[in-house]
């Protein structure tokens, strides 16, 4: 058999996919690595670190399968959004890897939303201002380290040092480019007003590419380490969440893709770019017809891993000894609990927020408690505040493309039948959760495939992509979240005024 190779570069693990070529996941490696919070707001990660857990998947899923050089046809890289690194003379790292998790451009980010550019920067670029973006992350550098940034040769991003280390080019693809807030949509090239205010030059940052150019010429050294043959096609990919809606399924118009993982994002598909006049949504290149158009959130699984830590420690001790999974248990209690969890309302800003608020000194909070209230309740008022906060976003989204909705959902959440139950109920309509989640890394697959010549067209994805089993939702449940909504999203609005002062104050009693 032939077989294909997807690379997901996350923000806490990579993932490297095997595929045949009729799209079946064949193996799979997931590789970890730390987040490091060395001061407050960083978010950083080691790019060394990164690209061992590369190497490392990818000589797993080869050796997994005994797999000689020869049966492997390509490999496609999908990765991370917003990352930044910077470089020196000698090509060696200045800096780690700063994550879009990192907050530290939270001044630089509110002082440029109130400049007099912002509306035209964001129209140009499509990326929303916030410190999540490389080029707030620059202009911090340039406020804060100018010497820094000034001995960069060059500014990069995750994937880009991955390549970097495999072929010794620096390249990088439109639909990563385009999330740094640095690169027009309009003419496909570095925006010259964005460099402006990053204090950059366009000699600092890569040549740019299509997500289908392919890279061959391996280091001799290391494609022997990985067991692959030197001129192995490796196709550059794009971003994760571009890729993600490939790999669902969901670039027809009208087909929304909803993730949750470690965060979470809804997105759909438009042949040409589509910009929200408000600023509220991204606009991200897959290739010349398809452009993605969502909202990402920083609240997903990662709240209801701070619930099981924080609420359940004993419980989680027990399954740490037993090798059980904690999620299972606590999706049964809140199960148990009835859809509106007896008006308790989670706002899960836990850690600020991007869409729909893009607010990084947004906060989390519960609405509603009483003493009739159980930590049962709690799980389940978690689960339903985040997806009540990616329906905030799935009506930006409608309201910006005027599409009917089909739903295709993936990410660790889809393992759970009660969480797919609650999307479905809170959205109001089927969901589709097809056979393969490792969505991102199929999505470069299938681009990889694309630009090796297997298939003509990106649209053959659904030949490639089963559905595995629709959620419909339950009336009476729908009609409870229909009423709980509106009160949601007034709860929202009336502390998205107060976040501000309750982030001061945090940081202030920090300090004593």
Avoid at 10 to 29: I, P
Avoid at 242 to 249: E, K
Wanted: glycine content about 8%; hydrophobic content about 45%; charged content about 15%.
């Amino acid at each position: 058999m032939d077989f294909m190779i997807g690379v997901d570069i996350g923000t806490t693990s990579t993932k490297v996919v095997l595929f045949d070529l009729k799209g079946q996941m064949q193996a799979v490696s997931r590789q970890l690595y730390p987040l490091y919070h060395d001061q407050p707001d960083f978010a950083e990660e080691d790019p060394n670190e990164i690209f061992t857990a590369v190497v490392t998947g990818l000589i797993e899923v080869i050796q997994k399968q005994q797999l000689l050089p020869a049966d492997i046809k390509g490999i496609a890289f999908s990765s991370a959004m917003h990352s930044v690194i910077l470089m020196d003379q000698a090509d060696q790292p200045l800096t780690r890897v700063l994550t879009c998790a990192d907050n530290r451009a939270e001044k630089e980010a509110e002082q440029l939303k109130t400049a007099t550019q912002a509306n035209a920067l964001f129209t140009r670029t499509g990326v929303p201002i916030h410190p999540m973006s490389p080029l707030t992350k620059l202009m911090w550098f340039k406020q804060n380290q100018p010497q820094l940034l000034a001995q960069a040769k060059q500014i990069i991003g995750i994937k880009e040092y991955v390549l970097w280390r495999l072929f010794g080019r620096y390249v990088e693809d439109y639909s990563i480019a385009n999330a740094t807030g640095l690169f027009n949509l309009n003419t496909l090239d570095w925006d010259e007003p964005a460099l402006a205010l990053a204090g950059i030059k366009r000699a600092q940052l890569p040549q740019l590419v299509d997500t289908d150019y392919q890279l061959k010429g391996m280091n001799p050294a290391i494609a022997t380490k990985i067991g692959l043959a030197m001129d192995t096609p490796v196709i550059i990919g794009a971003s994760d969440g571009t890729l993600s809606n490939l790999g669902l399924n969901a670039i027809q118009p009208g087909a929304v893709a909803v993730t949750i993982g470690t965060s979470g994002a809804v997105r759909m598909v438009a042949p040409t770019p589509q910009v929200d006049p408000a600023g509220r949504l991204f606009t991200y290149y897959l290739d010349r017809t398809h452009w993605v158009i969502g909202g990402p959130v920083n609240n997903g699984g990662v709240v209801f891993q701070w619930v099981r830590d924080q609420l359940f420690p004993a419980e989680q001790a027990q399954a740490q000894r037993d090798g059980t999974d904690l999620y299972e248990k606590l999706t049964q209690l809140a199960a148990a609990i009835p859809a509106g969890s007896n008006g308790l309302l989670c706002q899960p800003y836990f850690g600020g927020e991007r869409a729909p608020l893009w607010n990084a000194a947004a906060r989390g909070s519960y609405f509603g408690l009483t003493q009739s209230h159980t930590r049962a309740h709690i799980v389940r008022a978690t689960l339903e505040g985040i997806v009540y906060n990616l329906n905030a976003v799935l009506q930006l989204l409608q309201a910006l493309t005027d599409m009917p909705l089909t739903i295709q959902a993936s990410g660790g959440f889809a393992h759970s039948q009660l969480w797919c139950q609650i999307l479905a109920d809170v959205f109001g309509q089927p969901i589709n959760i097809p056979a393969s989640i490792e969505s991102s890394a199929l999505g470069a697959v299938i681009v990889g495939m694309k630009s090796l010549g297997y298939i003509d067209s990106l649209d053959e994805v659904k030949t490639l992509v089963t559905t595995t089993r629709q959620v419909q939702p339950l009336a009476a449940n729908v009609a409870v979240y229909q009423k709980i909504m509106p009160l949601w999203a007034e709860v929202t609005e009336k502390l998205t005024a107060e976040y501000a002062k309750i982030a001061a104050l945090q940081q202030e009693l920090s300090r004593k």
